[in-house]
Nanobody, 116 residues
Framework: QVQFVESGGGLVQPGGFLRLSCAAS????????MGWYRQAPGKQRELVAL???????NYPNSVKGRFTISRDNAKNTLYLQMNSLKPEDTAVYYC??????????WGQGTQVTVSS
C-alpha cells in the first residue's frame, strides 16, 4: 500500500503562489493517473489536477491556467504549482491516485490559506 505525504502549504496573499509536493512511499511510475484534490470547509473534496502516466494533464475550469501538475517518477513525487491564488483556493490539499482517489491512501493533506 502506497502512502502519500503532502507538504508545501501555507498562508499566502491573493495573487501569490505556492508549490505543493507529494512524496510517495513507493513507486508511482506504474500508477496510471495521479491527482491533486482539495477540500474546503463544508464542501466536498474535488479533483483540481490530474496527470496520467504518459504525462497528459487535465484541470477543472476553476484552476485552469493557474495550476500546473507534474510528476517526477524517479523521485516518486508529485507536484502542484499554484499561481495567481484566490481566496476561494483556500482548502486542504491532498494527493492520491486519479481520478477518484483510493480509500486508505488519503494522507493528512496540507493546508492552503489565501488571505490578505
Amino acid at each position: 500500500q502506497v502512502q502519500f505525504v503532502e507538504s508545501g502549504g501555507g498562508l499566502v496573499q491573493p495573487g501569490g503562489f505556492l508549490r505543493l509536493s507529494c512524496a510517495a512511499s513507493g513507486s508511482i511510475f506504474n500508477i496510471p493517473a495521479m491527482g491533486w484534490y482539495r477540500q474546503a470547509p463544508g464542501k466536498q473534496r474535488e479533483l483540481v489536477a490530474l496527470i496520467t502516466k504518459p504525462g497528459f494533464t487535465n484541470y477543472p475550469n476553476s484552476v485552469k491556467g493557474r495550476f500546473t501538475i507534474s510528476r517526477d517518477n524517479a523521485k516518486n513525487t508529485l507536484y502542484l504549482q499554484m499561481n495567481s491564488l484566490k481566496p476561494e483556493d483556500t482548502a486542504v490539499y491532498y494527493c492520491n491516485t486519479g481520478p477518484l482517489g483510493q480509500a486508505g491512501y488519503w494522507g493528512q493533506g496540507t493546508q492552503v490559506t489565501v488571505s490578505s
